[in-house]
């Protein structure tokens, strides 16, 4: 591989992961995918780092839950001041491939926290900048993919004050009803975090051309998931041409400025990510192959980082 590619993985399960199993962010004795050192082995210069709520957690402790996941993220940043920073702002891109720091902006999967939309602002100060409506469930806003009612009068609510702060819509978990609606009511551009093509690989969490034009069309991004049974082809284990074979069908489909990637690491067991991309720090995998089979370097750099940042420059406020 001729060039070191820096990476924006759209989709990372941090402070869920630290706050559930008690584990070290740097030295983590339990079994994880993504730890600092390994962020920074992987050349990973941003993270979308996740609220996301587990759907066991008892109704009284949802607000709590993505409190804590904020403050473990507040924790982070005071702890490492030479490592990681925040994003809020379009200004703070600027500071991306400046060194080796690492910019975290907050993704909250799943709306569940905001108990109100008169509480977005809370969590926008806090740093949020974009969201899921829901997971794969109903709550307050939206439903996800096991589920298929539409938004509710406080989702579009959300939606609109959501364009008023300038935070951005993910499209990822949205069952199609709620995918369509919502995708109508974004002034910002969409984006999925997190999602496959369902033509390649049939599952309800992939996303049919239909919705994968929706979100090209509008100027946004998909995200690559590394998730096995969103990549599968066939019943073989996936590995890194099933990768491909994704991003392939979306950059003929959408075109090269719209497909990113989005691990979804330690958003799952170990056992259900590709053969050789078991943490973060295998993520250059991706570029160096997506280069063997012919890609260009600038096409590798806009999949690898420079398409989601393109959003952000539009999407975040100055």
Known sequence: MSKNFLIVDAHEDIAFHLNYFKRNF????????????????????????TV???????PDRIVQSGLDQLSKYEEIYKTFPDEVYQVKSAEDLSRFGQGSKIGFLTLMEGADPIESVGKLDEFYERGV?????????????????????????EG????HRMNDLGITLDLSHLNEKCFWEAVELTNLIPIATHSNARAITDHKRNLSDK?????SERGGVIGIVLYNYFLKIGEKTPTLEE?????????????????????????????DFPQGLKTVADLPKIAEYFCDKGYSEDRVTKIMSGNFLRVLKSNLNP
């Open 211 to 215: 919705q994968l034009k929706a979100i």
């Open 243 to 271: 990768v491909f074979a994704h991003a392939d069908y979306m950059v003929n489909l959408c075109g090269e400025d719209h497909v990113g990637i989005g691990s979804d690491m330690d958003g799952a067991r170990i056992e």
């Open 52 to 58: 996301f709520i587990h759907p066991k957690h008892k």
């Open 156 to 159: 579009v609510r959300l939606i």
């Open 26 to 49: 740097v030295n983590s004795s339990t079994p994880c995918m993504i730890t600092l050192p390994w962020l920074q082995e992987g050349n990973v210069r941003m993270v979308f780092n």
């Open 129 to 153: 900048r974009i969201i899921g409506l829901a997971w794969n469930d109903k709550n307050q806003y939206a439903s996800g993919n096991d589920t298929e009612d539409g938004l509710s009068q």
